[in-house]
């Protein structure tokens, strides 16, 4: 689409292809939402979005991506990935920015579907990201946070590299929950063999990189 390039950017690893979603791939992101992504009993989103119904959950995943699509702009963007395995949609990757041709530094977030869990997809999606905001987009630092009883996000994230960036306390629930933060500098950053990033070049001037394009 000539004037919305995203729609052409995705990143493949030797198991995964990241890719700014088409309406079919969000139709089907809802469905891995709706199927659940995590037990009932605990929560590792700071907005429980998942304590909705099936079918609720299901449009606001959509609609969420919409919001993100409808407020991208140089000065702070999000920008969320379906991640696709053996032609299915498994989750999202996603990261976000606020006056990055500045600070040079996102945060990421991201989900997989319940049934997908336990295969390393995490791991993997993660070092895409990472590979297309370092290698891609110029980063210098990424940051991400977890709740202290969220095991599977630390552990993706000490896979990684990132080093410890503090604890920030909120409500979860109606409790009191503390979130670990991390931070992960690109002089740390090891890259993961067989990652290729696609259709990228056209979508700088929307991250605010216009210049970055003209230098290469």
């Known amino acids: 689409m000539r004037n919305w390039p995203l729609f052409e950017l995705s990143v493949t690893t030797p198991r995964l292809e990241l890719r700014y979603p088409s309406l079919a791939d969000l139709d089907e992101l809802g469905e891995r939402a709706a199927e659940g ?26 609609q969420y991506h919409f919001r993100q699509w409808a407020e991208f702009a ?3 963007w999000s920008i969320d990935l379906v991640a696709v395995h053996e032609g299915r949609i498994v989750g999202t990757q996603g990261f976000s920015a606020a006056d990055f041709p500045v600070l040079r530094e ?3 977030g991201s989900w997989v579907g319940r049934r997908f869990q336990g295969r390393g997809i995490g791991t993997e ?18 940051t991400t946070e977890a709740f202290v009883d969220n095991p599977a996000s630390l552990a993706v994230t000490a896979k990684l ?11 979860r629930r109606g409790e009191p929950a503390v979130m670990r933060r991390f ?3 690109r002089t740390d950053w090891k890259p993961l063999d067989g990652v290729r990033i696609h259709g990228l070049e056209p979508c700088l001037p929307l991250f605010g990189l216009e210049e970055q394009r003209q230098a290469e």
């Open 74 to 76: 140089p000065a702070a």
């Open 106 to 108: 996102v945060r990421s």
């Open 125 to 142: 999606m993660r070092a895409a990201m990472l590979h297309l905001a370092f290698a891609g987009l110029g980063a210098e630092y990424a």
């Open 37 to 62: 992504v995590h037990d009932e009993e605990t929560m590792p989103f700071l907005f429980p979005w998942t304590d909705a119904g099936p079918a609720e959950r299901a449009r606001s995943t959509v």
């Open 183 to 185: 931070r992960l500098a």
């Open 161 to 171: 590299g990132y080093r410890d960036d503090g604890v920030t306390r909120h409500v």
